[in-house]
Nanobody, 126 residues
Framework: QVQLVESGGGLVQAGGSLRLSCAAS????????MGWFRQAPGKEREFVAA????????YYTDSVKGRFTISRDNAKNTVYLQMNSLKPEDTAVYYC???????????????????WGQGTQVTVSS
């Protein structure tokens, strides 16, 4: 069992930056591929970024490429999402998710992940 806890959300002006963190419990974090998803009010959950268990492979949805960076620190059992040049359309609840040994070769459907955090709100004002 893995528990995920997101933090780092908040209110920021357009053009600003935030760094989200997702802390994982357990001793096997380094076996888990991790993903970030977001859900805006009235919209479906969407994939944002993913990273493999080793950090050797990453993937981003087109709308965040060049602005967001996913990374991980396996010694700290934490995955990060650095978000720069934020836009009002990035406003959403952001969730991290994990699945053991999941390949990351493109956008990953949320249904493929086994564990989810509770989410953290990101609000970008114009």
């Amino acid at each position: 069992q893995v528990q995920l806890v997101e933090s780092g959300g908040g209110l920021v002006q357009a053009g600003g930056s935030l760094r989200l963190s997702c802390a994982a419990s357990g001793r096997t974090f380094s076996s888990y591929s991790m993903g970030w998803f977001r859900q805006a009010p009235g919209k479906e959950r969407e994939f944002v970024a993913a990273i493999t268990w080793s950090g050797g492979s990453t993937y981003y949805t087109d709308s965040v490429k060049g602005r967001f960076t996913i990374s991980r620190d396996n010694a700290k059992n934490t995955v990060y999402l650095q978000m720069n040049s934020l836009k009002p359309e990035d406003t959403a609840v952001y969730y991290c998710a994990g699945k053991k040994w999941l390949r990351v070769e493109g956008p990953v459907a949320g249904e493929r992940y086994d564990y989810w955090g509770q989410g953290t709100q990101v609000t970008v004002s114009s």
